[in-house]
């Protein structure tokens, strides 16, 4: 049996999200193109934009296609904070200890050039504090960027109320919700958000396609030099098939994603429970209810998560050790270091993050398997 519960590193592409990717390879005209051919491309990223508006409840002239969420990262705070005019209004930028290295690394150059960033701290569930964001603003405070749900603990913030504290503070606000929409409801119009980055491979749509808000009136200066295509914000001719798909996938998620998030969440608490149950030495990292549905990230105590991970692969059962990005340098998570555990404790977790093909087939056979794992390890430890 093939058990993938990887979905936040990346989803299976849901069957009619990849037939309405293969139709529009034939889709081939350039969308700035003036003639029919172009005019129809043109058509269908506009018909996508409408869907994904109508789902986050905003404008779709407020939507910028991307190629993922990496690059919306690095367009927001490099278009903030890089353009000569926009420096003048601040040079300090506030962000989390938790956000995904998108967001870190930018904020690492940024820091490099002389400007300041302020990393939250978070508790021990991974929460950050309110407070702790209110007395971090300075005058100078540009940009204020908290990540919606982490993807490593499924640990969920407070974005809403802190999007308020930036607006009170005239301070833009920015959250990277790769993880949470399709998820958990999330809605812009009245929000206070400024920016937000989604990707589509997280959400049953191909690789290489995402998006990211732009509340009208904000502005950005573009990262790459060229056409003027998405209203001058993202240079390069439009991903048009990546963009029909996401549309699709977006128009799938409207009609049931609620109802398929809640058949996730009984079975991810399924596996939790009789996890925690049945296995010793056992603990939860992240927010006990403030918590994706799909996402249990768990301490086995005493043996290596990669030696779990490796065990239960050849079991056919795909797990992760945190976040897709930490996997080849074998480094601990900083998001579970967040936390205030010890290298040793980060090294000893597994994600489970599990998605809308999993069954409780699935989940048992993979508890009983990891039960064998774990069991075998601690024997091979004792020794
Ligand atoms: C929270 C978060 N932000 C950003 C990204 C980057 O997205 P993409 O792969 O589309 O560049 C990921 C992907 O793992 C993520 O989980």
């Known amino acids: 049996m093939r ?35 172009g005019r129809r491309a043109d058509y269908h990223i506009n018909q996508s934009r409408e869907i994904i508006a109508e789902f986050l409840n905003c404008s779709p002239r407020e939507i910028i296609f991307t190629s993922g969420a990496t690059e919306s990262n690095n367009m927001v705070i490099k278009g903030l904070f890089y353009n000569e ?11 989390t200890s938790i956000e995904h290295p998108s967001i870190i690394n930018p904020c690492k150059s940024l820091e490099k050039k002389g400007f300041q960033v302020t990393y ?41 109320e802190a999007s308020q504290i930036a607006r009170d503070h005239n301070i833009l606000f920015h959250t990277d919700a790769v993880q949470s ?41 573009s990262l790459l030099e060229g056409g003027y295509q998405e209203g001058s914000m993202r240079a390069g001719t439009e991903n048009v098939p ?30 939790e429970k009789s996890i925690l149950e049945s296995i010793e030495g056992t603990k939860i990292n992240g927010h006990p209810e403030k918590r994706l549905p799909n996402t249990l ?60 093909s999993n069954t409780k087939e699935q989940i048992d056979f993979t508890i009983k398997t990891l039960i064998q794992v774990v069991q075998e390890l601690r024997q091979l430890t004792a020794k």
């Open 3 to 37: 058990v993938y519960l990887d979905h936040n590193a990346t989803t299976p592409i849901n069957p009619r999200v990849k037939e309405s990717f293969i139709k529009a390879l034939d889709i081939y005209g350039n969308p700035s193109s003036r003639y029919e051919i």
């Open 85 to 95: 005019s926009i420096i003048q209004k601040g040079d300090h930028l506030i962000t």
């Open 120 to 160: 939250l701290s978070v508790n021990a569930q991974g929460l950050i504090n309110l407070d702790e964001l209110k007395q971090a603003i300075q005058p100078k405070t540009k940009l204020i960027s908290i990540i919606h749900a982490n993807n490593e603990i499924g640990t969920i913030q407070p974005i809403f």
């Open 181 to 221: 929409v399709g998820k958990i409801p999330i809605s812009l119009n009245n929000s206070e958000i400024d920016f937000l980055s989604l990707s589509g491979h997280k959400l049953y749509a191909p690789k290489g396609v995402g998006l990211l808000y732009i509340k009208k009136s904000n502005y950005l200066s």
């Open 242 to 271: 990546g963009i029909i798909a996401l549309g699709e996938s977006f128009k799938l998620l409207k009609s049931d994603y609620l109802e398929k998030s809640n058949k996730i969440r009984s079975l991810r608490d399924h596996l």
């Open 297 to 356: 990230n768990i301490r086995f105590d005493g043996i290596e998560g990669e030696a779990i991970l490796l065990k239960l692969d050849l079991q056919g059962i795909s797990v992760s050790t945190g976040s897709a990005c930490h996997s080849e340098s074998l480094s601990s998570s900083h998001v579970l270091k967040a936390l205030g555990g010890s290298d040793e404790d980060a090294h000893s977790s597994i994600r489970f993050s599990l998605g809308e």
